[in-house]
């Protein structure tokens, strides 16, 4: 296969995902009429239309969204063989595709990653933050090798080892009638809003489901999209919330929150790598999940 073929089923992937064939042109350094004739003729070989114009746009037809899985694991594939290439020449470099939850990305992710920079200097990380959703879809579209998330996704296609476990907890106002103490149970705070990340986000499952064990559901007085912004509106004195933090001894002026500990649930959730199981993962991806089990091995059942 030549390395137009290859431009052409990469074009046709970025279509079928969305662009326009204006954008995918200017991906591909060629002119829009160009790339619309090596579509037309991509589908005279396969013998069907893939593209249909839908509005000002072109969406996959059905033969064209069944075409694309081949299309996909065909680029996987030959992406993956330059890589591990690259990587038996000269072992010590690579590319470590990691997708992580946003909740991660101010501490567990960042020490994981310089620690292993140590190591393998010359390695090179692509990084993703997503949603507890999102990070399953990463690999199975392949467009990350591994994902840091809260939990097995529990997926059959998917391996999953735990790297510890992170403490949960209830965060209040420092003005709260809960504030002096040091431990409460969760069921303490039954009646009052919580501030929550919204629908899709693991920390907001979790959550939850600690709520359900203890006996009530949480009444939802505001949804955010970073654990930032929580800890910014509970120091507002609008309710309370579960953060996965460790607790501050002393609330700050930004921040005049104490962080109490849960003693009728787990206040607790898991934390683990995943990647595809039927996929061979190339040999930096590889040394990346040893390097975090690793280094996280004294710390699985007590936080870190």
């Not at 030549?2 to 279509?15: E, I, K, T």
Request: charged share 25%; with cysteine.
């Amino acid at each position: 296969m030549s390395a137009m073929d290859l431009q052409v089923l990469r074009s046709f992937q970025a279509v079928a995902q969305g662009l326009t064939v204006t954008e995918a042109a200017a991906e591909a350094r060629v002119t829009q009429p160009a790339l619309s004739r090596a579509l037309r003729r991509l589908e005279e070989e396969v013998g069907a239309q893939l593209l249909q114009r839908v509005g000002r746009v072109l969406r996959p037809t059905p033969a064209g969204r069944v075409f694309k899985e081949y299309v996909d694991a065909v680029l996987d594939s030959y992406d993956q063989g330059r890589r591990a290439v690259a990587e038996a020449v000269d072992p010590d470099t690579g590319t470590v595709s990691l997708a992580f939850l946003h909740t991660l990305g101010t501490w567990l992710v960042p020490r994981l990653v310089t620690g292993f920079r140590e190591e393998f200097p010359r390695v090179r990380f692509e990084l993703y933050q997503h949603v507890e959703n999102g990070l399953v879809q990463h690999l199975l579209d392949a467009t990350a090798d591994l994902v840091i998330t809260s939990g097995d996704p529990g997926h059959p296609l998917i391996t999953w080892r735990r790297l510890l476990v992170e403490p949960l907890w209830l965060a209040v106002p420092t003005g709260h009638r809960l504030a002096e103490r040091r431990r409460v149970r969760l069921a303490e705070v039954a009646e009052e809003p919580f501030i929550l990340l919204k629908p899709g986000y693991g920390l907001r499952s979790v959550t939850e489901t600690l709520c359900r064990r203890a006996g009530f559901t949480p009444f939802v007085g505001f949804e955010g999209e970073e654990v930032h912004t929580l800890r910014g509106l509970v120091a507002a004195g609008l309710g309370v919330s579960l953060i996965p933090s460790s607790p501050d001894t002393a609330a700050t002026p930004d921040f005049p929150i104490r962080y109490l500990e849960i003693t009728d649930v787990r206040g607790a959730r898991d934390i683990g790598v995943a990647w595809l199981s039927g996929r061979t993962l190339p040999p930096a991806s590889r040394r990346f999940i040893d390097h975090a089990l690793r280094v996280t091995a004294g710390v699985a059942d007590g936080g870190w």
